[in-house]
């Protein structure tokens, strides 16, 4: 059986809640028929982030670690291709930490590519009838932070793990007083079961247009 860890974050930038959280939970407390799912949420805080991560992924000893963020305005799930070497907030984490071009890792490589079948993630999620694209950045705040030592832990200390990183969008209670896209979080819960059935049963990618042109 595959053990697969979910990750999601507490709620940040004056949000009430975090949906990547809510769906996190929501899929561990019914996960896909034979995959067993483990569920941590993460500080909205650098540096405490990685830490709580590498305390739940020593804790659950996944095969699969599949790290999930909100991205408010975007319109659908975004399964995220590469995490690179740099913090730059641009609004403060939760303990009012704003770090500026500094190194996630110090040292490490400029960027990793996640180890999910990027694409194929997407394709599960649009047959299912929800909204998927890939994306190209994670950002430069905590999802990105998070995104990038999950896979530097991978490539220097757990060469077996596979994981990568998927940003959903607001809920609409987060948006009753702004026009900006949301999907509920039974959508995007099942959307990520989507992704973990297709991370944990195939890891070669299908070869698809999945490209930006900025």
């Not at 009430?16 to 019914?30: F, L």
């Not at 483990?38 to 830490?51: E, K, S, T």
């Not at 979080?185 to 944990?200: P, Y």
């Amino acid at each position: 059986m595959t053990r697969v860890l979910l990750t999601g974050f507490e709620p940040f930038g004056g949000e009430s809640i975090n949906p990547s959280w809510q769906a996190v939970r929501a899929v561990a407390v019914d996960p896909p028929q034979g995959i067993d799912v483990h569920a941590a949420q993460l500080p909205c805080v650098f540096g405490d982030a990685i830490d709580a991560l590498y305390d739940a992924v020593r804790e659950t000893e996944p095969d699969l670690v599949v790290c999930v963020g909100q991205a408010g305005g975007r319109p659908q799930l975004t399964v995220e291709r590469v995490a690179v070497n740099i913090d730059d907030a641009v609004i403060p984490d939760n303990l009012g930490a704003r770090p500026v071009d500094e190194p996630v890792v110090p040292g490490g490589p400029a960027a990793y590519f996640a180890t999910l079948p990027v694409k194929a993630c997407v394709a599960a999620v649009r047959d299912a009838g929800l909204p998927a694209a890939v994306s190209q950045t994670a950002g430069t705040f905590v999802c990105n932070h998070v995104f990038y030592a999950l896979m530097h832990l991978a490539a220097t200390e757990r060469p077996g793990l596979r994981g990568g990183f998927v940003h959903v969008p607001y809920a609409p209670e987060q948006v009753t007083d702004r026009a900006l896209p949301s999907l509920p979080v039974a959508a995007v819960a099942e959307g990520l079961r989507m992704i973990v059935i297709t991370a944990a049963h195939r890891t070669e990618d299908v070869r698809a247009v999945g490209g930006a042109t900025h």
